[in-house]
């Protein structure tokens, strides 16, 4: 069985036994716990992924609670493991959790964390940001530049395209899907196509009198629609951004098929997860498609590219970082720990995981909740009143 070698303890006399299975940044998240007389054991091992083998390692004899990682494999084997330590907490430090099985963890009665919220306009901004990039050509010209090869203005030279009036459809207009529709529009002034399960009326609202402001200031409104298909957004957007979570119903919801539906022009933005696209028939379409441009934070086998992707100039490529300002990662930390805590105090869990800004407050301790347990309902946890 691998060992993970180098562990860093914070007090080391408390009461309640909680690992973290990376160092995570701030400071704020280790005093919450040690406050609550928790010892905190965090792994310092310097392996990106851990593995079952070195979580299990980690879990030890007695553990209370465990705050983990997107990359790892939270199952029936780690979930049994944690459960015969005394673990009755795990928390992801992310929003998604399609990495976790949460019917096992609902078997051995553990609460499961994650971290919605605070990453909201964090991601949303580094979607604006691939947009804009794949839109104007960034990375490419400047290639063009380190490589010394600009030798002088053209007219024909790193030609984009123009948001202004175009459209943007956001497929997932959850939390994240809204903020970047939000900003696309108000910042871009591009009318919206959005496709998701459940209407999102504040998003329409807010198009809606966005619209009204540019029309009474004598210039064209922008407009919205909700897509009663998705194809409908694949066929009539410039700009398309994928925005749901991973799960059977959006896994390689972008493939074959629906790529010939797209404009041969369009821009098509992933910070979801990279299954929900069909990585190998992306790089197939981008090699016969040179106009059709994408910008990809997220990959189908994550931390690897498929073949010919990093070759094709089209591409823009970023290593899973939409959610990584100071700010959302420290308060994502926050968050986790507060869920773990939470449980191992017999705290409620937090009314409204959309409302999480009362535990970010750094001036104010936060409130005696779990801030999101997304099994709280299967394992009958008690809700806050606050
Ligand atoms: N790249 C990153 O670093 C990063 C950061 C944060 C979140 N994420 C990913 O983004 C996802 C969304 O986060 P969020 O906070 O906005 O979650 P959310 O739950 O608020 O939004 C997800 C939306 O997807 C919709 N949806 C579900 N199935 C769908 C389907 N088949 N078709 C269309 N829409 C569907 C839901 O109705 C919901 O509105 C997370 O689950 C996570 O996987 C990635
Ligand atoms: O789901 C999440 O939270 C992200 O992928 C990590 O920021």
């Not at 330590?85 to 399609?98: C, D, E, L, Q, W």
């Not at 198009?207 to 009474?216: C, N, S």
């Amino acid at each position: 069985m691998a060992k993970p070698v180098s562990i860093e303890v914070w007090n080391p006399n408390g009461k309640y036994r909680v690992v973290s299975t990376k160092p995570m940044p701030g400071t704020r998240w280790i005093n919450l716990l040690v406050e609550q007389d928790c010892r905190v054991e965090i792994c310092t091992q310097k392996k990106t992924i851990l593995s079952v083998e070195d979580i299990i390692a980690l879990i030890g004899d007695k553990c209370d609670g465990v705050i983990g990682q997107l990359t790892e494999d939270w199952g029936e084997t780690l979930f049994s493991a944690l459960s015969k330590a005394g673990g009755k907490a795990f928390s992801n430090m992310a929003v998604g959790y399609n990495n976790v099985d949460v019917d096992a963890a609902n078997k051995h009665g553990v609460a499961v964390g994650n971290t919605p919220g605070v990453l909201t306009e964090t991601t949303a901004e580094l979607a604006a940001s691939l947009s804009l990039a794949a839109a104007r050509r960034i990375v490419e010209a400047d290639e063009f530049m380190r490589a010394g090869l600009y030798d002088g203005w053209l007219p024909n030279l790193f030609v984009g395209n123009l948001l202004k009036g175009q459209t943007v459809g956001v497929i997932g207009a959850g939390r994240i899907g809204s903020a970047y529709a939000r900003m696309m529009v108000e910042g871009f002034k591009m009318n919206l196509i959005y496709y998701d399960l459940y209407q999102s009326t504040r998003l329409e609202k807010f198009v809606t009198a966005y619209g009204e402001f540019l029309k009474a200031n004598g210039e064209k409104p922008v407009t919205w629609k909700r897509a009663s298909t998705m194809d409908e957004v694949l066929q009539q957007a410039d700009v398309i951004s994928l925005h749901p979570v991973l799960d059977k119903t959006t896994y390689h919801l972008v493939n074959k098929e629906t790529l010939a539906q797209m404009k041969k022009e369009a821009i098509l933005i992933n910070c979801s997860r990279g299954p929900v696209i069909d990585e190998v028939a992306l790089v197939e379409h981008l090699k016969h498609n040179p106009m059709f441009r994408v910008g990809l934070d997220v990959f189908e086998d994550e931390p690897y590219m498929k073949p010919g992707l990093a070759d094709l100039k089209n591409a823009i490529v970023v290593p899973h970082i939409a959610s990584a300002s100071k700010w959302t990662r420290e308060g994502m930390a926050t968050l986790a720990a507060l869920n773990v805590l939470g449980k191992i105090k017999g705290y409620p869990v937090w009314s409204d995981p959309n409302r999480v800004e009362p535990f970010l407050n750094e001036n104010a301790p936060p409130p005696a909740a779990s801030p999101s347990i997304v099994n709280s309902k299967a394992l009958g946890l008690p809700v806050s009143k606050l």
